[in-house]
C-alpha cells in the first residue's frame, strides 16, 4: 500500500507576488516587464475587481471581453454547483449531455437566419481552428476539394493555436512562431482613419471590401475555402468597418461559393449592442464563432455555430462521410454548458443587450467628450460597450506618437494605478465593460480616464 504523501507547506504562502515564485509560471508575453508590478487578482464582484493587496478596480474590460454578466453572479454561480452535483464531465468520444444539447437549441433558436448547427470548445482559438477545418471540410465532401485557402486580415486575431495563429495577421505575435500554416492570405482591413489605399469614406468605393474580389480571382475561385474576419478587429485598434463592408464580403463569398465566418470570439454575446454582431450589421455568415462572454468566465467555453446546409453536408452514409473530424477532450463540458446556459438567460432576462446599447451611447458620449478635452484623442471607434480611443501627436496630420513613446500603454497603466482596468497598446486603449455596468459606472470609468490622460500628458 503506498503511503499518503505530505502536500508541500508551500500552498500556504506561495501565492505572494514576489518574484521567487512568479518565476514558477508563465502568464504573460513579457514576465520580467510585468513581475516588477504583478497585478493578481483575488476577489471580484459585479463590475469590481479587488487585488491581492486589497486595492479596487472598475473593470473597464470585462476581464479580458468575458465577463459579460459581470463578477460573481449568482444565477450562474447556482447553475454551476447543481450541475457539479449531478454530472461534472461526459465522455465525447461517446456523445454528449443534456446542458449541451440544450445550450447548443437555444443557440440555433437565438442565431440569425439558419445558423443551427454548433460545435463546443473551451476557448476562442480552438472554435475559429475548428471553422478552418469545416470550411476545409465541407468542401471536400460537397465536391471542391480544390477549395482550401483562408482569407482573413491583417492586424487581425483568431488565436493562438497553428491555424488560428495562421490566419491571424498581427505580426508581433506571428513572427516568432513561422514558419506558419500554408493555405493562409491576408488583405487589409478597413482602418478607415489611416485608409491602407489612402482614399476616404465614403467616396472610397469601399476597396478594402471589393479588392478582396480581385484577391480571389487571381488566387483562383476554385482554390479559396473562406474568408474569416471579427466583424469589429480588435487588436489592430478597433477597426469597426463601414456599413457597407460586411455586405459586401457576404455578396463576394455568394458568388464563389466561399464561406464567410465571422469571429465574434469578442464582439458575439451582447457586446455591440445585439446578442450577434452579425445582427447589428445585418449580415448573417456562414459560420459564426463566440467564446469569450459565452461562460462568462464561468467556465471556458465557446461555440462554432454553423448554417443548416453545411452541417447536412456532415450527415451522410457512414461508409462514405466521417462527420465532421473535430474533438477535443473537453468539449461541450456540462459545467461550461450550464454556465452558458445562465449566462444567456441573465442576458436575455435582464436585457443586457439594451443595456449594452443605452450605456455604449453613453461611454460614446464620454469619449467624445474627452476628445474635445485632450487633442492627443485622434479617433474614437466601436460599438456598444466594445469602444476604443487611438491617440495621435498630432490631430490634423493624424501623426502618431513615437512607437518608443508607447503613450497608450502609459495611459493604460495610470488607468490601472487610478483604479481602472482597460485594453491598452502603444497607440490605442480600448474599453469593454460588462453587459451590466450602470450608467455611473460608466461615467466612473470616463472620469478615471479622463484623469489618466491629464496625468500623463503632465508627465511628458
Ligand atoms: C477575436 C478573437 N478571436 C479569437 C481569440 C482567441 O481566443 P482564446 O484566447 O479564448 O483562445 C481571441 C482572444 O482574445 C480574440 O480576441
Request: net charge negative; proline share 7%; with cysteine.
Amino acid at each position: 500500500m503506498p503511503s499518503p504523501q505530505a502536500v508541500p507547506d508551500i500552498l500556504s504562502y506561495a501565492q505572494t507576488s514576489e518574484e521567487q515564485f512568479l518565476r514558477q509560471i508563465f502568464v504573460r508575453d513579457q514576465m520580467a516587464e510585468w513581475s516588477r508590478q504583478p497585478l493578481i487578482m483575488a476577489k471580484a464582484d459585479g463590475v469590481y475587481y479587488w487585488d491581492v493587496n486589497g486595492k479596487r478596480y472598475l473593470d473597464g474590460l470585462s476581464g479580458i471581453y468575458v465577463v459579460a454578466v459581470g463578477h460573481n453572479n449568482r444565477r450562474v454561480i447556482e447553475a454551476v454547483r447543481r450541475q457539479l452535483d449531478l454530472l461534472h464531465f461526459s465522455p465525447v468520444m461517446h456523445g454528449t449531455n443534456p446542458p449541451a444539447i440544450q445550450l447548443a437549441n437555444l443557440l440555433a433558436d437565438l442565431a440569425p437566419g439558419d445558423l443551427s448547427t454548433v460545435k463546443f470548445q473551451c476557448g476562442g482559438s480552438e472554435v475559429t481552428e475548428a471553422a478552418i477545418k469545416l470550411a476545409r471540410q465541407y468542401h471536400k465532401l460537397t465536391g471542391a476539394p480544390g477549395k482550401y485557402k483562408i482569407i482573413s486580415r491583417y492586424l487581425s486575431w483568431h488565436g493562438s493555436t497553428m491555424a488560428s495563429l495562421s490566419a491571424s495577421g498581427l505580426k508581433s505575435r506571428k513572427t516568432v512562431n513561422e514558419p506558419l500554416a500554408p493555405g493562409f492570405l491576408h488583405v487589409f482591413p478597413p482602418t478607415c482613419y489611416r485608409c491602407p489605399f489612402g482614399k476616404s469614406y465614403p467616396d472610397c468605393g469601399i476597396t478594402c471590401a471589393t479588392l478582396i474580389n480581385d484577391v480571389i480571382e487571381m488566387e483562383d475561385p476554385a482554390t479559396v475555402a473562406a474568408i474569416l474576419v471579427e466583424p469589429i478587429g480588435h487588436t489592430g485598434g478597433i477597426i469597426d468597418p463601414p456599413d457597407e463592408y460586411l455586405p459586401i464580403l457576404r455578396d463576394i463569398c455568394d458568388r464563389h461559393h466561399i464561406l464567410l465566418i465571422f469571429d465574434e470570439i469578442i464582439t458575439g454575446i451582447g457586446r455591440t449592442g445585439q446578442l450577434f454582431a452579425a445582427e447589428t450589421f445585418g449580415v448573417t455568415p456562414d459560420v459564426l464563432c463566440v467564446g469569450k462572454g459565452l461562460g462568462g468566465g464561468y467556465a471556458p467555453l465557446s461555440a462554432m455555430i454553423c448554417r443548416r446546409p453545411i452541417a447536412e453536408a456532415f450527415w451522410g452514409p457512414v461508409a462514405e462521410n466521417p462527420g465532421f473530424v473535430e474533438g477535443h477532450t473537453n468539449e461541450g463540458n456540462p459545467i461550461s454548458c450550464a454556465a452558458g446556459l445562465a449566462v444567456l438567460q441573465e442576458i436575455l432576462e435582464r436585457d443586457l443587450c439594451g443595456n449594452a446599447r443605452v450605456q455604449g451611447d453613453r461611454l460614446r458620449a464620454g469619449f467624445e467628450r474627452l476628445a474635445k478635452k485632450h487633442p492627443i484623442i485622434g479617433d474614437v471607434r466601436g460599438r456598444g460597450l466594445f469602444q476604443g480611443i487611438e491617440f495621435v501627436e498630432d490631430r490634423t496630420s493624424k501623426k502618431s506618437f513615437p512607437s518608443k513613446l508607447a503613450i497608450g500603454v502609459r495611459i493604460g497603466r495610470r488607468a490601472l494605478d487610478n483604479g481602472l482596468l482597460c485594453r491598452f497598446d502603444p497607440h490605442w486603449i480600448a474599453f469593454g465593460p460588462p453587459l451590466i455596468s450602470s450608467a455611473e459606472q460608466i461615467d466612473a470609468m470616463v472620469d478615471i480616464l479622463d484623469r489618466s490622460i491629464e496625468e500623463v500628458i503632465a508627465a511628458l
